[in-house]
């Protein structure tokens, strides 16, 4: 299968979307279920990888040249208004319900968020949230698309420069991009079992110990071609993929080393999807199911949605049971449904306009998460220094009752 063959719809791949942030919300809502359902982000990765490396190379093995306006205006499209939309949300969720104790933190995250250095800001305080020993924050989720985000900058750019070295050289390009994927790939696979033996709340959270995921995505979609596959290999390589990730979330937990060696598992079993592509065994069809795919269209906003439902759920004293978690995925399914058709569609879709359109609006929208959430800095800083002028301690509210029941966010 080449590049340009791979660009059309993909039934499959929404199905295995549908099923990765499935996975992520059971295990947020109901942890002993799905013990490792956090893998689902890693199957997110290898996805993006896939699609991402797969767009990048059309562009550069048709024309022989990257258009960084036009891959990032359509990123801007495609991820910031839904993204934005929800950081408000969780900034106003935030000064109703969650303890006043909390809003500087949660400031600094939702700034960390609009900006997409979120996994970093946990990296820095990775310690204290695996020690769940309070409510995470409702934007803690952002880490992973923060290191989506830091993979669609850096990406392009050193394909431009691969691009500009193959010309120099007279060397083929696809092997040339082979050959860069493969480095990153294996540095930050060597990185990733390193840092999780030796430091496992920062691998969990910085982008070094992530990228080779996305790569792996990359380097399936610029190998593919090669492989000429039966009818009955590729419905076994689908059952083995699939297996293998519902494996990983039976079977893993919070005591699991990872990513490391660990994640190999799921991301190599979504490695096996993507390749099967779209198959039928008998009248199971797979991933390319009517409920899967739905949720799978919306996957980015029901990724969005439930983590803020779930903590300002907590931060109320409720517990998860099986009502009130049901409740959620509903609320969330919902919100999703209306965040997808009025937003995401909305603006993925505009056509027309001059190309700095949607890299102003991006821009007004980052900006616009970072003026609410440093405005609500400024007035705590303000409020401590007006009340130990007076003389009298600030009233901070009463603490979280309620410590969260999972050790490790997705």
Not at 203 to 214: N, Q
Not at 367 to 381: D, E, H, M, P
Request: one cysteine or more; hydrophobic letters at 50%.
């Amino acid at each position: 299968m080449t590049i340009d063959q791979n660009r059309r719809f993909r039934p499959e791949i929404q199905g295995l979307r549908g099923l990765a942030v499935a996975l992520v919300v059971v295990y947020h809502i109901w942890p002993d279920v799905l013990p490792g359902g956090y893998v689902g982000v890693d199957v997110f990765f290898v996805i993006s990888g896939y699609l991402i490396t797969g767009l990048l190379a059309q562009m550069a093995l048709r024309g022989g040249r990257i258009s960084l306006i036009e891959f990032y205006s359509r990123r801007v499209r495609r991820l910031l208004p839904a993204a934005t939309l929800v950081l408000l949300v969780a900034l106003l969720g935030t000064l109703l319900f969650i303890s006043k104790a909390r809003w500087e933190e949660m400031g600094n995250q939702i700034v960390a968020s609009a900006l997409y250095v979120e996994n970093w800001r946990l990296a820095s305080i990775a310690v204290s949230y695996l020690e769940a020993d309070t409510l995470p924050s409702p934007v803690q989720h952002y880490w992973s698309l923060s290191i989506e985000e830091q993979f669609y900058i850096a990406w392009p750019l050193v394909m431009i420069g691969v691009i500009w070295l193959a010309r120099r050289r007279d060397l083929p390009l696809r092997a040339c991009l082979i050959g860069a994927l493969s480095l990153i790939f294996a540095a930050s696979l060597v990185a990733s079992v390193v840092l999780t033996a030796t430091d496992p709340a920062q691998a969990y959270f910085v982008s070094h110990t992530r990228l080779w995921e996305l790569a792996l995505g990359g380097l399936l979609v610029l190998t593919e071609h090669q492989f000429r596959l039966a009818a009955l290999t590729r419905q076994w390589l689908a059952i083995a993929g699939i297996l293998g990730i519902v494996a990983s979330a039976l079977l893993f937990s919070a005591a699991t080393p990872f990513p490391g060696v660990s994640a190999l598992l799921p991301t190599l079993a979504t490695v096996l999807v993507i390749l099967a592509g779209e198959v039928e065994v008998g009248r199971f069809r797979g991933l390319d199911s009517l409920p899967l795919r739905f949720i799978g269209d919306r996957s980015y906003s029901v990724y969005l949605w439930h983590w803020p439902l779930i903590t300002i759920f907590q931060a109320q004293g409720h517990s998860l049971t099986l009502a009130g978690g049901f409740g959620l995925i509903a609320a969330t399914l919902l919100l999703s449904d209306l965040s997808y058709r009025y937003v995401e569609q909305r603006y993925r879709q505009a056509r027309g306009g001059a190309w700095w359109k949607p890299l102003g609006y991006g821009t007004a929208a980052v900006l616009t998460c970072v003026a609410a959430s440093g405005s609500l800095l400024l007035f705590l800083k303000t409020e401590r220094i007006d009340t130990a002028l007076i003389g009298t301690p600030p009233t901070l509210g009463p603490p979280l009752s309620s410590p969260a029941p999972w050790s490790r966010t997705v």
